[in-house]
């Protein structure tokens, strides 16, 4: 006996549509204006980011607040050190350990990058929804968030 596939209405089917397309159109977009105005991919801003919030981080600790891989992160991290965005140093905790740092120049960067991110995120998402609607998204959203992520360790929630 075969199972029955699911099926979805159309409401579901509309919401699901949209949110995938979402999902695929919108960080292509971001990496292009971040490519094209900062000289950035869009996960380097996002590790830059995490570096300037939450400060000195290990690898690891880098890799899950960034939602990548360990050989990911790293690989990326050696590049934006090699740009000098990123130091490596010694940690005061614990001495065989090594944390990463945004740079001087890191933070120049990211100064200089997200005047111009955080009009396009106006541009092409915030702009186009009312308060109520952006309310109502990250109502929807958080909840799918924490099903994807139940620990919590990416991103700012």
């Not at 094209?36 to 991919?41: E, I, K, V």
């Not at 944390?99 to 186009?128: E, I, M, W, Y």
């Amino acid at each position: 006996m075969v199972a029955p596939l699911p099926r979805m209405t159309p409401e579901q089917s509309r919401a699901w549509l949209a949110l995938i397309s979402t999902a695929e159109l919108l960080p292509s977009a971001l990496d292009a204006q971040l490519q094209r105005d900062a000289d950035l991919t869009r996960y380097e801003f996002i590790l830059l980011s995490t570096l300037q919030r939450g400060g000195p981080m290990r690898l690891s600790d880098l890799a899950a607040a960034t939602n990548a891989t360990l050989p990911r992160c790293s690989k990326v991290v050696s590049r934006l050190q090699r740009r000098d965005l990123v130091e490596r140093e010694e940690s005061t905790q614990d001495r065989l350990s090594v944390v990463l740092k945004l740079s001087r120049q890191g933070r120049r960067r990211l100064v200089f990058a997200a005047p111009d991110h955080f009009a396009t995120a106006h541009r092409l998402v915030l702009d186009r929804l009312t308060p109520a609607q952006l309310d109502a998204l990250a109502d929807a959203l958080e909840p799918v968030v924490q099903a994807l992520e139940p620990q919590q360790k990416f991103g700012p929630f």
